[in-house]
């Protein structure tokens, strides 16, 4: 008769001590909660914010310059009051363009050949190698673009014309070069995310490996491809440096690849050093185009969020 009672009284002694950890836990709990709230309120304030000092600077260059003007003017040169966006956006485009010729198809091939064809030893190297080049300076990247990839395209193409020493050609080789990684990391994972039982459902069937590459594993994946390749072309519209220091910093309305031009981001980069008067027209064209910049990425994130929902395969 005696056990019983020291049992219960063991228990009595502990329930004040589970009750104070449990009230513990949840403190705890809701002080994550809380920490991760402000994180995510920073973040959204933050983004208010960069949207609302573009637009309040724009609205205040729109007072002087029409919107028909600035998007469908052929002419950019503010200090003569000229404010046609046309030469920064078809050059920043040229810049994507060349970009993405370089970074899709080595980054699509090199995420194909680390998850489908090599082994884990190999895959050890080849990936943080390739991850490499994310962390190289862009302004590194660009003296390389500069003074080794012009002259060597130069060489290879010497039946062209090459005006200037820069090139909107050539800084968009750099710039594919300098996205191939991240291409290249997110289509790997969305590969690797496909499950083993459609590979060796294939390989029952009969299939050569390079079948089961082409026709299950990359259509399963285009969702996860097409989010890399989307980010990789944001990356590329917002790069500054490498296209400032390649591609010039002239405003052209050209797509020769050979042509120096200036790019949303160069012009912005090379405006904002404090040499203009604050309050000038000239001033608020900084955040007139860094506004029209805005509006494009989100558009074309916009569009790659309904393009992976489209194609997204969901497994269990």
Same mark, same amino acid.
């Given at each position: ?180 990684? +991240?291409? &290249? %990391?997110?289509?790997?994972?969305? @590969? /690797?995310? $496909? ?5 060796? #459902?294939?390989? =029952? +069937?009969? &299939? %050569?490996?390079?079948?089961?590459? @082409? /026709?299950? $594993? ?5 969702? #996860?491809?097409? =989010? ?89």
């Amino acid at each position: 008769m005696t056990s019983p009672t020291i049992t219960a009284s063991g228990a009595g002694a502990d329930t004040p001590r589970r009750s104070l950890e449990a009230t513990r836990r949840r403190l705890g709990e809701q002080a994550v909660k809380a920490f991760l709230l402000v994180c995510a309120a920073v973040s959204v304030l933050v983004t208010t914010g960069i949207v609302l000092s573009l637009l309040f600077g724009a609205l205040g260059f729109f007072d002087h310059v029409s919107v028909r003007e600035f998007l469908t003017g052929t002419r950019w040169s503010p200090m003569r009051g000229e404010f046609g966006v046309l030469p920064l956006v078809v050059g920043t485009l040229n810049v994507v363009f060349w970009a993405l010729l370089v970074a899709v198809p080595i980054g699509l091939l090199s995420a194909i050949y680390l998850s489908e064809y090599a082994s884990h030893g190999v895959r050890r190297v080849v990936k943080p190698t390739l991850e490499v080049l994310a962390g190289i300076p862009t302004v590194a990247i660009g003296l390389f673009a500069l003074f080794f990839l012009r002259p060597l395209a130069e060489d290879l193409f010497p039946f062209l014309d090459w005006p200037s020493v820069h090139s909107v050609g050539v800084a968009g080789v750099a710039v594919g070069l300098l996205i191939i990684p +991240l291409v &290249a %990391s997110i289509a790997d994972d969305a @590969l /690797r995310a $496909v499950p083993r039982s459609l590979r060796e #459902g294939a390989y =029952a +069937l009969g &299939a %050569s490996k390079l079948n089961v590459t @082409l /026709r299950v $594993v990359i259509p399963a994946a285009i969702s #996860g491809i097409i =989010a890399g390749i989307v980010l990789g072309v944001s990356r590329a519209v917002g790069e500054t440096m490498v296209v400032l220091v390649a591609a010039g910093a002239s405003p052209n309305l050209t797509i020769d690849p050979t042509d120096s031009v200036q790019t949303m981001t160069a012009y912005i980069g090379v405006t904002a050093t404090g040499e203009i008067a604050y309050g000038t027209i000239q001033y608020e064209s900084i955040f007139a185009v860094g506004a029209l910049l805005f509006l494009m990425t989100l558009v074309m994130n916009a569009t790659a969020v309904r393009l992976v929902r489209r194609f997204r395969e969901v497994y269990d």
